[in-house]
């Protein structure tokens, strides 16, 4: 399955992938995705908020125990992130089937839309609206790069924007959520093991400075005379670093947009995205009000999400079943994810991570060997076996 997709939405000058929600390829992605829960005999449903569910057995009479992940990625994103959690979902079911397994409670397979919120700014954007942990209202109005609200583009994908918000009636369908992801770090390289099982998602955030400056001629404009705005913005740069190095979190400016952005001009406006995270909310917030004075112009936060303890109990009956004898590692991660979201929302969630030999992730350069693949499909298939027994 993961070589069905390889080709759909790849930068061939690079590898990597663009798969912007609601771009051809993403929705191509989700033409793949009702053609596996077709051939598999799944019911499928796509939610008002964008997200499928293939259904094995009706979530309407009891509710389900559903696996998944998204399939939309970061701008030059990897293979794996997001569509392995899809394409083990898939092959989950397809290792039970061959077992002759029959759930006693219906079994689900979920694709969540926009995970990355690489075109709209925030991430999570399905898991979010159908938690109501987003409202319809700022949904509607986020804009991509070229101006498009997420109004427009659902429009033009065919969907009707004024479905969208929080979904009771689905969320009530999903007893427990498990995603499976490749690991974004190098824990299980070091631990020696394929698997191993999520234990929380720190606190995490992004935040938009705004420097607004005077554009002016590059040539003729003398250094005293001028209001560059990158200037502040490169303070800003080397602040980030300096301020999550003190603390021991993380904060990264991956994102920058410079108006007009000319060779031969001072610009007028750098905007200029900060993400920041940690294990402790204070220090992550503490962070943000240390740089929030260097901005010359606006702070806004576009999106937050707090900490993630996963269900101790859910886990470590995971970590149990995954390792055998020795149980699987506990793991705790930076990465934000759809399981996060529901997990908040007080859906028990878990996630199983699939060990990545060089950690680097959201990246062309992110692996994961096909036996560790196939190790992860076959703990997916025993955690679901355990939970619908
Ligand atoms: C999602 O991958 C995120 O943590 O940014
Ligand atoms: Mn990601
Ligand atoms: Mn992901």
Redesign the pocket.
Known sequence: MLEELARTGRDPATNGYLRDAWSPPELELREWFAGEAARRGLDLREDRNGNLWAWWGDPAREPGVVTGSHLDSVRQGGAY?GPLGVVSAFAALDVLKNRDFRPNRPLGVACFTDE?GARFGV?CVGSRLLTGMLTPERALTLKDDEGDTLADVLTKAGRDPRGLGRDDETLAQVATFVELHVEQGKALVRLDRPVGVAQAIWPHGRWRFDFHGRADHAGTTRLPDRDDPMLPFARLVLAARDAASRRDIVATIGKVRVSPNNANAVPGLVSAWLDARGPDETDVRALVEELRPLAAGAVSEESWTPVVDFDHGLRERLAAVVGGDTPAPILPTG??HDAGILAAAGVPSAMLFVRNPTGVS?SPEEHAEQADCQAGVVALASVLEELCR
């Open positions: 992130d990355e991430p990465a934000g959201h």
